[in-house]
């Protein structure tokens, strides 16, 4: 059986997605910035996907601008509100230990650059307590950055929340919305948020296109110069074709949400009681405030990279984490920051569902993976040091 579960990395192109985008690869080539006729079809389609993504979120297509993903546009919301701040002298910012490496490279640079970033823990399931970002909230805070879901464990964060004590303290509020939009019903037009990043391969859209909304009033900084393009916060030509597929994806996805979100929390939760039985494992984040697609354990004795190479030869496409940082040799920033050990959080394991998933599908990889987990433990040292009492049980 091939089970392909690491659609937090990334989701196929839907069918529709794909037949929207292939005639802007062929015959309406035009450059949308053109006057002639070629260029002016051109601009209608992006347009009309503009239209169609502000729709979807109930915002207004002049609050939407495209990027080239979901990294570009955590970094435009980012250093646009620090330069808001820059201009009466706020140069701290509020974030938080669980935030995609888009957020928290972006942060650091600019604490090189003279800016205080106030990174607040999460609780043991993942969770942003929102009195703690009131208490970090200064008169100098000129931004909170507080992702939307995570990508790894999947937590749900209490954004409205945290955006109306923004809004108390008039502090502009963005959210990395990478994991969440597509999959979560999200209402611009009452969610009190000022800046929201999002990615088209996240919801069956093509890779390398995105989109941040940016709230009417608040100024963006382009990351690009060059060119008038995007009403002038990001030069170079638009990608037309991946913008429309984008638009069409965004819409299939979300007339789909409530029938997909219903049918993969059931699955989730039967997979997750399979995958608790297995000695020594523990789920990473919340129960129940988590995407519908998301489950993540910890196996104590093992390592997550030959779980995820033994499950790949049984068919099973999965990952250890986020996938930006799948060369990395450190154990995730994520399940460190929930408070599992270095030597746990070695042994992780995210399985993130697609839409056709299925029941016969969640029982196969319970299997598999309890079996690889306990082949793994049969010659592990680690595993025979915890079962002689050598070194005490984590888990």
Known sequence: MEIYADNAATTKMSRAAIDAMLPFLDTVYGNPSSLHFAGQQAKDALENARLTIARCL???????????????????????????????????????????????HTLK???????????????????????????????????????YANNEIGTIQPIEEIGNICRAHGVLFHTDAVQAVGHLPIDLSALPVDLLSASAHKFHGPKGVGFLYARKGVRLTPLIEGGAQERGKRAGTENVGAIVAMAVALQ?????????????????????????????????????????????????????????????????????????????????????????????????????LGEDATEEEMDYLIENVAQVVSYLRGFSPVWRDLCAGKTPFLL
Not at 65 to 81: C, K, L, M, P, V
């Open 58 to 104: 109930r915002a207004t297509p002049k609050e939407i601008t495209f990027t080239s993903g979901g990294s570009e546009a955590d970094n435009q919301a980012i250093r646009s509100a620090a330069a808001i701040g820059r201009l009466s002298g706020k140069r701290h910012i509020v974030s938080d230990a669980i935030e995609h490496h888009a957020v928290l």
């Open 109 to 147: 640079a600019l604490e090189r650059e003279g800016f205080e970033v106030t990174l607040l823990p999460v609780s043991a399931n993942g969770i942003v307590d929102p009195a703690a970002v009131e208490a970090a909230i200064r008169e100098d805070t000129c931004l909170v950055t507080v992702m």
């Open 252 to 352: 299939e996805t979300i007339d789909a949400m409530p029938e997909t979100a219903k049918k993969l929390t059931a699955l989730r939760s039967r997979l997750i009681a399979g995958l608790s039985a297995i000695p020594h494992c523990a789920l990473n984040g919340d129960a129940e405030k988590r995407l519908p697609s998301n489950v993540n354990f910890c196996f104590e004795g093992i390592e997550g990279e030959s779980l995820l190479l033994l499950l790949d030869d049984r068919g099973i496409r999965a990952s250890s984490g986020s996938a930006c940082t799948s060369g990395s040799l450190d154990p995730s920033h994520v399940l460190l920051a929930i408070g599992r050990p270095h030597a746990v959080a070695h042994g992780s394991l995210r399985l993130s």
